[in-house]
Nanobody, 124 residues
Framework: QLQLVESGGGLVQPGGSLRLSCAASGLAFNVYTIAWFRQAPGKEREGVSYINNYNQDTNYADDVKGRFIISEDNAKSTVYLQMNSLKPEDTAVYYC?????????????????WGRGTEVTVSS
């Protein structure tokens, strides 16, 4: 049974950095796309970034381009989200989600498997 477990969240000051991890286990296929989403209080869940483990295709939401970097360690079935120059508006619960094979978008409805989330708070 597929499981996704996020870690690395916490409290950080504006301008600081955090690295989130998403560890996948119980994979049925070895080609997949993992995406990061986030949901702030009172707001809809929004896509942040995705990466495909086979062709390393990546994509980012406009408001994190140049600040966040997604990467993956295929041997560990783990995806990372390095978040730099954090802003208070980055405060949210961050979720990773998986779709087998390829995904060319950051639409939550296209990702059938989800982790439970890790909380990120950016505040002074």
């Amino acid at each position: 049974q597929l499981q996704l477990v996020e870690s690395g969240g916490g409290l950080v000051q504006p301008g600081g950095s955090l690295r989130l991890s998403c560890a996948a286990s119980g994979l049925a296929f070895n080609v997949y796309t993992i995406a990061w989403f986030r949901q702030a209080p009172g707001k809809e869940r929004e896509g942040v970034s995705y990466i495909n483990n086979y062709n390393q295709d990546t994509n980012y939401a406009d408001d994190v381009k140049g600040r966040f970097i997604i990467s993956e360690d295929n041997a560990k079935s783990t995806v990372y989200l390095q978040m730099n120059s954090l802003k208070p508006e980055d405060t949210a619960v961050y979720y990773c989600a998986l779709k087998y094979l390829y995904s060319g978008n950051l639409l939550p409805k296209n990702y059938p498997y989800w982790g439970r989330g890790t909380e990120v708070t950016v505040s002074s």
